[in-house]
């Protein structure tokens, strides 16, 4: 072979090698935008679509975290309670967070494809238009019998996000001028405030707390000792005479390493702290 028929054969094998490589670049850049274009369409779906299970549960409101401090602060005028269950909400407000002055709202909450909707329509009618995910979410009182515009709020921003707790911002407007209202997850209500409600529904002949199924809804204990008696603080020196029985479930306020919090639902609701080694946690 003469050197130039070498250096022409050269030629040619980079030339090929070129353009392999070239291929395999444009095949690898071609699956790079499909990959980039199926998680921005994912993330996408992701922030537009929520699900109507993000709200279930028991929240209350708070208006602060400092995270120094590990502890939630509320500067909020009223205090808020709310129970999301399925498409139905109970707020339970303590204006100017006094427990004598209360008010029950019976709401329901979904999702609404606003732009496809006629809003003069009927209690019935509209509950069944409410969706279980979407991007638009809606709130509107319970009991009326004709609704238009007026009387739907739509959410102008909603999430659900963990940090300590699960935190939730409906988006909602509350009695609160100029300030954002946001909710954290507990694991029941409190006493008093379940008190109020067992009270409120003898009162108004509708059980709340079974329509609201806060029973499932809340975290609960069961006593495995014989007996375990009640505090008024986490101290053996503040022994109280009001006691549990083994096999009794009480709900779950608090917890800490050697006492929980409880109150227990019986002809009238008692509570306090028992010693933790006195109960299991249940699921």
């Given at each position: 072979m003469s050197y130039f028929q070498f250096f022409i054969l050269l030629l040619v094998l980079c030339l090929l090698s070129c353009k392999h490589n070239g291929n395999k670049n444009i095949e690898a850049k071609d699956t790079a935008k499909e990959v980039s274009s199926?998680?921005?369409?994912?993330?996408?779906?992701?922030?537009?679509?929520?699900?109507?299970?993000d709200f279930q549960g028991i929240?209350?409101?708070f208006?602060?975290?400092?995270?120094?401090?590990s502890a939630f602060k509320d500067h909020n005028k009223n205090t808020y309670y709310k129970i999301v269950n399925g498409n139905e909400i109970l707020d339970i407000t303590l204006i100017d967070d006094d427990e004598s002055n209360v008010r029950i709202d019976e709401q329901y909450l979904g999702f609404l494809d606003i732009l496809n909707f006629n809003f003069s329509t009927n209690e019935e009618e509209l509950v069944s238009s409410l969706q279980k995910s979407g991007s638009t979410l809606v709130r509107f009182k319970k009991g009326q019998e004709k609704y238009d515009k007026n009387d739907i709020e739509i959410s102008s921003g909603f999430n659900r996000y963990y940090e300590i707790t699960e935190i939730l911002d409906?988006?909602?407007?509350?009695?609160?001028?100029?300030?954002?209202?946001?909710?954290?997850?507990?694991?029941?209500?409190?006493?008093?405030?379940f008190s109020l409600l067992k009270t409120t529904s003898?009162?108004?002949?509708?059980?709340?707390?079974?329509?609201?199924?806060?029973?499932?809804?809340?975290?609960?204990?069961?006593?495995k000792v014989s007996k375990t008696f009640f505090h008024t603080e986490m101290s053996s020196a503040s022994k109280r005479k009001a006691f549990l029985v083994k096999g009794d479930i009480a709900y779950l306020e608090e917890i800490s390493n050697?006492?929980?919090?409880?109150?227990?639902?019986?002809?009238?609701?008692?509570?306090?702290?028992?010693?933790?080694?006195?109960?299991?946690?249940l699921e």
């Open positions: 199926e998680t921005i369409s994912q993330l996408d779906q992701k922030e537009s679509k929520h699900s109507i299970n929240w209350v409101s208006s602060q975290y400092l995270e120094h401090e409906d988006g909602f407007d509350y009695d609160e001028k100029d300030k954002y209202v946001s909710f954290r997850s507990v694991s029941s209500l409190p006493m008093e405030i003898k009162k108004e002949n509708l059980d709340y707390i079974k329509m609201y199924d806060v029973e499932n809804k809340s975290s609960k204990v069961r006593v050697d006492w929980v919090k409880v109150y227990y639902d019986g002809n009238i609701v008692s509570g306090g702290y028992i010693k933790r080694s006195d109960i299991e946690v």
